[in-house]
């Protein structure tokens, strides 16, 4: 095995990598294969303070390592629970993760999720009734809220509460926006929340689930009340986020392309494409954490047991080796190997939960809009959170007419 010289990367924390990351991402993948990153306080959960992290950028090292649960671990940092709560399933290794998997897929199901199909179809009319026509900021008026009410109405959370939970979730990120103590009191009162859902509907339960994950019973086994907190955290934070900012990426990138756009009003087949293409061009969700858990190697450089391994998906799903001209959006490529929802054990549960929020979201907008164009008032990425990526501001000029 060789070592090659360390590259401290140190801007990859920086507001402005953090709201365009791809040009740096290729300048890192082609001076070394893996990189050895800084990355601040808050970055893995758990570790309030900086910490450096090998960076996986090439696509085979990223699959590898996602394939690889046992040298790759998601939940042996003995911190991680401390300050953050621990999220259930993407923190959990198995054979916990096995149990837990197989308990939450007896709730978490297609069934599930094709019987609220009609309620999010309600949802969206109703968003794009109150949101009208002209110049607006997509972000908080469409990609915000319809994930938030889709989660809040699975868990059977009321919908007074709906933006306090994607004000618990953006505080769960705000890894260098908001202070540690501040995040630690959000996380707290999160926890607290959900803690007394679980509580009060092992008394009375309902058709939400919350009920259904109380219920849930495999060979004898059931989850505790830890373990309902910890799925509905991870629910919440991964369910609203990756589909907030799917949505939003979709949208600005079709408002760059005006043909697209009438070529999809016009073939409704390319739907799925334009879906898989948007998590593969910017994705939203960017890097994960891992620990290696003996000695090994990727790309011939030496990772010692014990190293914090930083995963960068949105790098992987950009790496010319793997897609050929990576930065161009394209629909031709059949897409069937982006990592968007990760891979291996911990492929994300609510993907087709975020597809299905996708189409219908933009199947509606091309039955109202014939033309999406770029507002005059600037969008703003996001430059706060190392996790994700998308808009803080999206102004569209959506068009009713021609």
Not at 54 to 65: G, N
């Amino acid at each position: 095995m060789t070592t090659l010289p360390i590259a401290h990367a140190d801007r990859l924390s920086s507001p402005e990598v953090i709201a365009n990351p791809y040009p740096y991402y290729r300048e890192l993948r082609d001076h070394s294969p893996l990189n050895y990153v800084f990355l601040p306080a808050g970055a893995v959960a758990g570790i309030e303070e900086p910490i450096r992290a090998w960076a996986l950028m090439k696509y085979q090292d990223v699959y590898s390592a996602l394939r690889d649960h046992d040298t790759f671990a998601s939940g042996r940092n003995p911190l991680a629970g401390k300050i953050a709560p621990k999220l259930a399933l993407i923190q959990d290794d198995p054979p916990r993760h096995t149990r837990f998997r197989r308990l939450v897929n007896r709730t978490f199901t297609q069934k599930r999720i094709d019987a609220l199909t009609p309620w999010i179809q309600a949802v969206t009319n109703e968003l794009l009734d109150e949101m009208g026509s002209g110049e607006i900021d997509v972000i908080p008026s469409f990609a915000i809220p319809l994930p938030v009410k889709v989660i809040a109405k699975l868990l059977g959370i009321p919908g007074e509460d709906y933006f306090t939970l994607k004000r618990w979730s953006d505080a769960f990120l705000a890894f260098s926006s908001m202070a540690p103590e501040d995040r630690a009191i959000s996380n707290k009162e999160m926890a607290s929340y959900f803690g007394r859902m679980a509580v009060a509907r092992r008394k009375h339960g309902a058709e939400d689930l919350i009920t259904a994950l109380v219920e849930a019973e495999v060979d004898g086994e059931s989850l505790d009340d830890a373990e309902i907190l910890g799925f509905c955290m991870l629910l919440l934070i991964a369910g609203n986020e990756t589909t907030t900012n799917l949505l939003g990426n979709m949208l600005g990138i079709l408002a760059d392309r005006p043909e697209l756009w009438k070529q999809l009003r016009e073939d409704r087949s390319l739907v799925n494409a334009v879906i898989d293409e948007t998590l593969r061009f910017e994705s939203p969700i960017q890097r994960l954490p891992r620990n290696t858990t003996k000695d090994t190697e990727l790309s011939g450089i030496k990772l010692p047991a014990g190293s914090i391994i930083s995963v960068y998906y949105g790098a992987a799903n950009r790496d010319p080796l793997e897609f050929p001209n990576p930065d161009e959006f394209r629909l031709d490529r059949g897409l069937h190997n982006h990592v968007a929802f990760g891979a291996g054990i911990h492929y994300c549960l609510g993907a087709p939960l975020a597809r299905a929020e996708a189409s219908i979201a933009l199947n509606t907008l091309l039955d109202r809009f014939p033309r999406l164009e770029r507002g005059s008032a600037p969008a703003v990425r996001q430059s706060t959170s190392l996790v994700v990526y998308g808009y803080q501001q999206l102004p569209l000029n959506l068009r009713a007419s021609n």
